[in-house]
């Protein structure tokens, strides 16, 4: 690495006072050195041939008023920051629950590629209990708005858990970026939107087992009406294995979700393997003792051209 000189140069019109502040790249000690050139002839072609040395030797020359002290080199070893949404995600205002389910979904990872900012309008389809409407709501901030959409079946089911824990999550304006948005699926339209992007995790499979592909895609097209033009939908699910029973297992195969997301007008921008998991062999339901939490998953970008 070439050492970084700074000097001053005062002039009077006796002589010119060079200081050399040289910091040495090993033990960081500064040199400190002063040349005197008398007469005014003298003092300019010294100072020009002073400046084209240090040009040519590729030095950071600066012309300062008073001399600063060498500035020691940054780590280059350090660690990057960690994202803000990292951050937000790390702290104690998330619930313990949520922040332990964190290592297996990886919310901050998704975001990142999903392409999801500060600012935008998403809708969180079957939201449920709002693990990710709050994940969602810390990464559009206080400029940005989630909808939490969720048809009566999936606030009702287990006795209501999903109903409590979103009331709960919501409770006293704790997340005033978001709105809840009761609704049921085929009742989405344009006018809920337009929304920068949308997302579900782990539904999908239950709309293809239940209703079939062509199911499927009238979803996924009454969600491509509520995005922008170059929107992204995002979906995660359990991945399924040819020739098994996925419907009863809750899973499905990614080229079925990939052929309705086509069918619908989407365009496949991203096929991730993030949540991945070989230790899954997709043979078992998923919420087999020791399995729930860490099913092998697929997770789609999807885009509206």
């Not at 040289?22 to 500064?30: A, E, K, T, W």
């Not at 996924?220 to 009406?225: A, E, G, T």
């Not at 297992?249 to 309705?260: F, G, P, S, V």
């Amino acid at each position: 690495m070439p050492l970084q000189t700074h000097f001053i140069l005062e002039k009077t019109d006796f002589y010119c006072r060079v200081i050399f502040v040289v910091p040495y790249s090993y033990d960081h000690i500064s040199i400190h050195r002063e040349v005197r050139v008398k007469s005014k002839l003298a003092t300019l072609l010294f100072c020009l041939l002073l400046l084209t040395v240090l040009a040519l030797a590729g030095c950071d020359t600066g012309t300062v008023d008073q001399a600063s002290e060498a500035t020691a080199p940054a780590s280059e070893t350090a660690e990057p920051a960690a994202s803000e949404l990292e951050t937000l995600l790390a702290s104690d205002s998330r619930a313990v629950a949520d922040r332990a389910r964190d290592a297996g979904r990886k919310p901050a990872q998704v975001i990142a590629l999903l392409g999801i900012e500060p600012g935008m309008k998403v809708i969180d389809i079957m939201g449920a209990g709002g693990y990710y409407t709050e994940v969602l709501a810390l990464a559009v901030g206080p400029d940005g708005h989630v909808s939490a959409q969720n048809p009566a079946v999936v606030m009702q089911m287990r006795d209501g858990a999903n109903e409590k824990a979103l009331s709960a999550r919501l409770a006293n304006n704790r997340l005033p970026n978001v709105s809840r948005l009761d609704k049921e699926m085929t009742e989405i339209s344009a006018q809920d939107g337009p929304f920068d992007a949308a997302f579900t995790a782990l539904n999908l499979h239950d709309v293809y087992n239940n209703y079939g592909e062509e199911g499927a895609v009238g979803a996924m097209k009454l969600i491509f009406s509520t995005l922008k033009p170059g929107g992204v939908f995002g979906v995660i699910d359990h991945g399924g294995v040819e020739g098994n029973d996925n419907k009863a297992l809750h899973r499905m195969l990614k080229q079925d979700a990939i052929r309705a997301a086509t069918a619908a007008g989407f365009v496949v921008e991203a096929d991730s393997g993030l949540l991945h998991n070989h230790d899954d062999d997709m043979s078992q339901v998923v919420f087999a003792e020791g399995l729930r939490g860490q099913t092998h998953r697929f997770l789609l970008k999807l885009r509206k051209p």
